[in-house]
């Protein structure tokens, strides 16, 4: 009880400052409302979780509401914005800074890390691909186990074929959250294989590549 008292105290300092800036979501980055929220919560810790190097300067506004004075472009931006999958906000992100960007140097830096991301993705989604078409004989096979609705009924296989995957496969969730669009098929595979000859075929494909 004490432990939910702390975490819901945490996100209410987080609701309470958000409110108190609205509608001037400009006015407060990232870092700026996380220093503030951890200065209000006192009987808990406020933590940082993954990767936000990226995003630790960009206005709150950039990712909640349309801020204070804003034209209805950046409005029409942001509703755009609000129909991205959450995996893809980061590319989504970065496109965004692209496009903004005046100088060369930052804009060839931006193109770079978009290519890789774009890179990873396609090597984890044909990765997978192999993976599923190896155990079950046909990428058709793959394409119908794509439609099976997930359910983990094997969680000892599904952990030992992830830690596999990321391992083998040089990927994380933190740094590459656009590759859990496609770890779902990896999980059914627990449900028709042991853990064993996924962990195998896994690293046989990622290791190959």
């Not at 096979?141 to 439609?147: D, E, G, I, P, T």
């Not at 094997?154 to 994380?172: S, T």
């Not at 059914?188 to 000859?197: E, G």
Request: aromatic content about 8%; glycine content about 4%; proline content about 2%.
């Amino acid at each position: 009880k004490q432990w939910y008292q702390r975490r819901v105290r945490g996100s209410l300092n987080w609701m309470n400052n958000t409110e108190q800036i609205m509608p001037n979501l400009d006015s407060e980055t990232v870092m700026e409302q996380y220093d503030i929220v951890k200065k209000m919560t006192t009987t808990s810790h406020a933590s940082i979780y993954g990767d936000l190097t990226t995003i630790t300067n960009e206005p709150l506004s950039t990712f909640m509401g349309h801020g204070k004075g804003l034209k209805d472009a950046r409005a029409n931006e942001f509703q755009m914005e609000n129909s991205i999958q959450s995996q893809d906000v980061m590319i989504d992100w970065l496109r965004r800074k692209l496009r903004k960007t005046t100088d060369e140097g930052s804009a060839e830096e931006l193109k770079q890390q978009i290519k890789d991301h774009e890179n990873k993705e396609k090597f984890v989604m044909k990765t997978i691909d192999a993976v599923g078409a190896d155990l079950l004989g046909s990428p058709e096979a793959v394409n119908n186990l794509k439609k099976v609705s997930l359910a983990i009924r094997h969680p000892g296989c599904n952990e030992a074929v992830m830690k596999e995957f990321f391992a083998a496969c040089n990927c994380r969730i933190q740094d590459n959250p656009y590759i859990t669009k496609y770890l779902a098929t990896l999980s059914k595979l627990c449900n028709m294989f042991s853990a064993d000859i996924i962990v195998k075929t896994v690293g046989k494909y990622c290791y190959e590549q």
